[in-house]
Nanobody, 124 residues
Framework: QVQLVESGGGSVQAGGSLRLSCAAS????????MAWFRQAPGKEREKVAA???????RYTDSVKGRFTISKDNAKNTLSLQMNDLKPEDTAMYYC??????????????????WGQGIKVTVSS
């Protein structure tokens, strides 16, 4: 059974940085796509960044150049470095996993494994 636990959220002023981490168990990164989603109040959950089993990364346009997703296969951890944060980045952030070798699904319904979520608040 896949278990994901996020950490590292919090509050920061616009222009600041935060680093989110996700500790994973019950999966092998070599056969999983890992992703970060976020959901702001009243909005749909959106995929922010993803990294497939080969290490290929993809980002939603609004975070390109500011966010970096990475994984440590030896430690089974996933990270999201968030720089130059903006108030519109405020949301609950979720770590997610999907069994998919060499590719990543698109929507949240295609990710069966989820963390509990962690709050990120960016003030102007």
């Amino acid at each position: 059974q896949v278990q994901l636990v996020e950490s590292g959220g919090g509050s920061v002023q616009a222009g600041g940085s935060l680093r989110l981490s996700c500790a994973a168990s019950g999966l092998w990164y070599g056969r999983y796509c890992m992703a970060w989603f976020r959901q702001a109040p009243g909005k749909e959950r959106e995929k922010v960044a993803a990294i497939d089993s080969d290490g290929i990364t993809r980002y939603t346009d609004s975070v390109k150049g500011r966010f970096t997703i990475s994984k440590d296969n030896a430690k089974n951890t996933l990270s999201l470095q968030m720089n130059d944060l903006k108030p519109e980045d405020t949301a609950m952030y979720y770590c997610a996993a999907a069994f998919a070798a060499g590719w990543c699904p698109n929507g949240p319904n295609d990710f069966p494994g989820w963390g509990q979520g962690i709050k990120v608040t960016v003030s102007s």
